[in-house]
């Protein structure tokens, strides 16, 4: 059984920043990427950030690049999400996801990925 344990969400004031934390406990596995997704209040879950080991390839959504940054350490299977210049839009539950497949392109889908986080709540005020 693997575990993803997500921590750092809050609420900050628009403009602010927060780091989440991501780290996988349980069974020990190889993941091929890491990445994160939110759930805005009455929406469906969306992909923010995605991270592949091989090569460290990073991929963001179009609504937070130049924002967040994902980082983190394939051996401790461990991922961070840097959020600057927060806005009220990025209130939502913030998910962790761990994939052990390897597909091409940005990891930015649901069904890409094996392992989820219970999420973190981050709550933006105007």
């Known amino acids: 059984q693997v575990q993803l344990v997500e921590s750092g969400g809050g609420l900050v004031q628009a403009g602010g920043s927060l780091r989440l934390s991501c780290a996988a406990s349980g069974r020990t596995f190889s993941s091929s990427a890491m990445g994160w997704f939110r759930q805005p209040p009455g929406k469906e879950r969306e992909f923010v950030a995605a991270?592949?080991?091989?090569?460290?390839?990073?991929y963001y959504a179009d609504s937070v690049k130049g924002r967040f940054t994902i980082s983190g350490d394939n051996a401790k299977n461990m991922v961070y999400l840097q959020m600057n210049s927060l806005k009220p839009e990025d209130t939502a539950v913030y998910y962790c996801?761990?994939?052990?497949?390897?597909?091409?392109?940005?990891?930015?889908?649901?069904?890409?990925?094996?392992?989820w986080g219970q999420g973190t709540q981050v709550t933006v005020s105007s």
């Open positions: 996801a761990a994939s052990k497949s390897y597909y091409s392109g940005t990891y930015g889908y649901t069904y890409q990925y094996d392992y």
């Open positions: 991270i592949r080991w091989n090569g460290g390839y990073t």
